[in-house]
Structure formats: C-alpha cells, structure tokens
C-alpha cells in the first residue's frame, strides 16, 4: 500500500479539524446567556447583542454556527431557542448540561479567545496564534515564510483541485493568483489549462516560497511569481484574470472595497476577478463548516466568511458587474466572479 496522490475532495479533514469549535462556541453561548434571553423571546441580532453586552458583528458569526448545530433558530429575522437548546442548555432547565458540558470542555485556550472576540468584536491582542501578523506587517523572516506556504499548501490542495476543473478559467489568457501562498491554486488551475499563463503574487518572502513548488511542478515556463505588496505597490497589468482565494477572509469590507478596486484598475475591459471562498448562507445560518470558518479567522485575523451578498456589495462598489458564485467540487468552497463591465 502506497501513498495515494490528492484528490478534490477533503470535507472529512475539514469536519475534523472544524469540530474543535463545537464545545467552545456552546459553552461561550451559555456562558453569555444566549440560550436563556433567546428562550424568553425572540430578538434580533443587534437586540440579543444589547441585551449581552456582546458585540454584534462577532454574536452573528457565534449565532450562525449554533444554528446549524440545532440550538437557535432564525424567522423573521428574529433568533429564538430551539427546544433542543431550552430542554438541555438553559440554565434553569433541570435537565441543564452546562455543569457538565464546562468542565469536560479541555480547549481553554480556544474558549478564551472566542470569549474575549465575542465580548469586544476584536481579534484578542495576545496568544499563540498569531500567523498572520507576518502578513500584517508586510514582511516577515523567511522561516515564517515558508512555515505560511507549507501551512497553506495543506490547506488547499483539495480546493485547489476543485477550482481548477472551473471552465472559466479555459477562456481566460493571463490569470494572476494574489496572495498566492505555496501557489496551489495558480500551480492547479496553469496544470489543467495548457494555454494559459499563471502568475503568482505575493509578499516577497511569499512568492520566493512559491516558486520552489513551481520548480517541484516544473511549470516554471508558464507560471511565475512576482514580489508585490498588494496594499502598497502597484499591481503588474496584463491579466485578464485576478483570482483571490482565501485573500478576502482575511480582511475587513473596507480593505475588501480597496483591493477589489486595486484589482479593477488593474484589470482590462471584459476582465474577471474570482474570489474562491468558503461561503456563508444569504441569511447568515450557518452552514457549521463556514461558520467555524469565521471564527477562526474572528480570532485570527482582521476578516470572516462573507456571504455572496456581502462579498456582491464589496465587488458592486468596486464597478464590477454580474457576481454570481458556484461550488467548485472543491471541499466546501466556492467559486465568486464578477466582470469588469
Ligand atoms: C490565507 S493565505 C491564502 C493563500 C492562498 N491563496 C491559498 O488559498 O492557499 C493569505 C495570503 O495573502 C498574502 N498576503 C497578505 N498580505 C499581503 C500583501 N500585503 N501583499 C501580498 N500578499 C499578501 C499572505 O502572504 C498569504 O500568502
């Protein structure tokens, strides 16, 4: 028996490492005194907030991952318990588990920091989980580089397998991948169209890393890396196509709004961005997958997961015109396009 090469499809890793949220984000919401105010009447997010004392963008992305799990539910626009929630999550119920339920909950680490974002709406200052900040500072030492390349390659190949097989990409000339990481996504989708070019853009540090998994691919004729901070240089002209995966969950809408119209300028008339992400439902209920998702990146970085509608007004104010999204095949994610009119 032999070691089998990567496929699309990798959903069963994701559930196992998105389960790690599960305990957490339950004992945080009983410990904020979610289930008890949504089993006295229903509220909207922004009333559940006040009534907490929490914040309401962070409550959102805590609400969206326990309604998958069965424990809040959403009509009207208004959350309420479900009867799963007020039987055995209340704290009044004598079938109450919370006793329980927080002293087996090991991940205090995690728990802290769900507590602390929830409470403030901010990625807590301090902990060990500070890959990003790399990024953030727009340079970092070339271990940390290659530690984000090795990281991310993991991360995505299966939902780089699954973007690539996207026709679209078959009418495309030039396709850039910015914020590139190991280079998965361009090394992919360059592998499963012969005739386009690929660059790949990233943080100096970055890009040096992709190239080595260029070399390893041998696509080094079609497929190139270049050095550019995409906040503060001006981005290479000549792609028809910019592709973002996992870029704009990283950021707030604002810095969204900055890139998208970075890459619109970039673009030329009849140009296509794409943003592969994990996405939220319309009405931002889960599913659980997405909305674990979210918190890591609540705790982790600047960003969440974004919905289409939100990731539509982002792209819309930018100038682009008919966004549309489908899965890829690829583990959970999905593919956004939007048009340079
Ligand atoms: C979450 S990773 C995504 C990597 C890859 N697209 C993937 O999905 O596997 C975010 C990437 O954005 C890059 N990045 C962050 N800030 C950047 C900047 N200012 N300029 C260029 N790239 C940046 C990071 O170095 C990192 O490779």
Same mark, same amino acid.
């Given at each position: ?15 196992? *490492? ?18 008890? $105010? ?15 004392? @929490?914040? =309401?963008? #962070?409550?959102?992305? &805590? ?12 009509? %009207? ?10 039987? *055995? ?7 109450? *588990? ?10 205090? &680490? /995690? ?21 990003? #900040? ?14 984000? #390349? =090795? ?24 396709? +850039? ?15 499963? !169209?012969?005739? /386009? ?8 540090? @970055? ?11 041998? %696509? ?8 550019? !901070? +995409?906040?503060?240089?001006? *981005? ?12 704009? &969950? ?15 300028? =970039? ?8 943003? !592969?992400?994990?996405? +939220? ?9 997405? $909305? ?24 819309? =104010? ?17 593919? @956004? ?5």
């Amino acid at each position: 028996m032999t070691a089998l090469p990567p496929t699309n499809d990798d959903s069963a890793i994701w559930d196992i *490492w998105l389960a790690q949220f599960r305990l957490p984000i339950v004992n945080t919401a009983i410990e904020v005194g979610t289930f008890k $105010a949504l089993s006295d009447e229903p509220l909207t997010t922004q009333e559940l907030s006040a009534k907490l004392g @929490v914040d =309401a963008r #962070a409550l959102a992305m &805590h609400l969206a991952a326990l309604c998958p799990m069965g424990f809040v539910e959403k009509r %009207l626009g208004k959350w309420r318990a479900t009867h799963l929630a007020r039987t *055995w999550l209340h704290p009044e119920a004598t079938g109450f *588990w919370g006793a329980f339920l927080s002293q087996i909950d090991r991940n205090e &680490h /995690l728990r802290g920091r769900l507590m602390e974002s929830l409470r403030t709406g901010k990625r807590p200052e301090q902990g060990t989980d500070q890959r990003p #900040a790399g990024w953030e500072n727009g340079t970092m030492p070339q271990e940390v580089a290659a530690n984000i #390349a =090795a990281f991310m390659q993991a991360h995505s190949q299966a939902p780089a397998l699954g973007a690539a097989r996207m026709p679209v990409f078959g009418e495309l000339s030039h396709l +850039m991948d910015i914020g590139c990481g190991s280079g998965v996504y361009g090394i992919e989708i360059a592998k499963a !169209n012969p005739g /386009l070019k690929v660059t790949l853009m990233d943080l100096k540090e @970055v890009a040096f890393e992709a190239s080595k998994y260029v070399e390893a691919a041998n %696509l080094g004729s079609r497929v190139s890396t270049t050095a550019v !901070n +995409m906040f503060e240089q001006e *981005w290479p002209r000549g792609a028809d196509g910019h592709f973002f995966s996992n870029v704009f &969950h990283d950021w707030t809408e604002e810095t969204n709004l900055t890139l998208a119209r970075k890459s619109f300028a =970039a673009l030329p008339s009849g140009g296509r961005i794409f943003l !592969n992400e994990i996405l +939220m439902d319309d009405d931002y209920t889960g599913p659980y997958q997405a $909305a674990a998702f979210s918190l890591l990146m609540l705790i982790g970085t600047l960003g969440k997961q974004y919905s289409l509608a939100e990731l539509r007004d982002v792209l819309e =104010a930018a100038g682009f015109v008919d966004v549309e999204a489908q899965r890829t095949g690829g583990g959970y994610y999905s593919l @956004v396009s939007a048009r340079k009119p």
